[in-house]
């Protein structure tokens, strides 16, 4: 189930926002505007924060749980993905022995390139 949280009740973070993109790849389709999202096992940042990305800033605009079961399509794409087979046989492929379980709760980062 979504869960979204008011200004205050966001629980500690747990990593910070310089490891929220850090691939490449990743890094690229976020610059491209590409990838405007990423979901974590934990929180790394909170909304109005700002990651620099090789010069350029984008601002957190949102930060929720959603389980993975709740991805769509356009939850997919949106981490830069074609779609949601796509974006699990990545994420499968990245994690070494994980498995897709819909239960599973992850956070979700939104983001958009901050205003100069």
């Known amino acids: 189930m979504i869960k979204r949280y008011e200004n205050g009740e966001l629980p500690p973070k747990k990593c910070s926002i310089e490891r929220l993109v850090t691939k490449p790849d990743d890094i690229q389709k976020v610059i491209e505007g590409k990838k405007t999202a990423v979901r974590r096992n934990d929180r790394y940042a909170d909304p109005g924060e700002?990651?620099?990305?090789?010069?350029?800033?984008?601002?957190i605009t949102d930060v929720y749980t959603q389980t993975l079961g709740e991805v769509t399509d356009a939850d997919a794409q949106a981490a830069g993905f074609g779609n949601l087979d796509e974006y699990k046989d990545a994420i499968v492929s990245i994690h070494h022995g994980?498995?897709?379980v819909p239960e599973m709760e992850v956070w979700v980062h939104e983001f958009r390139p901050a205003a100069e």
């Open 98 to 100: 994980m498995k897709w």
């Open 50 to 59: 700002v990651m620099d990305l090789q010069g350029k800033r984008f601002e």
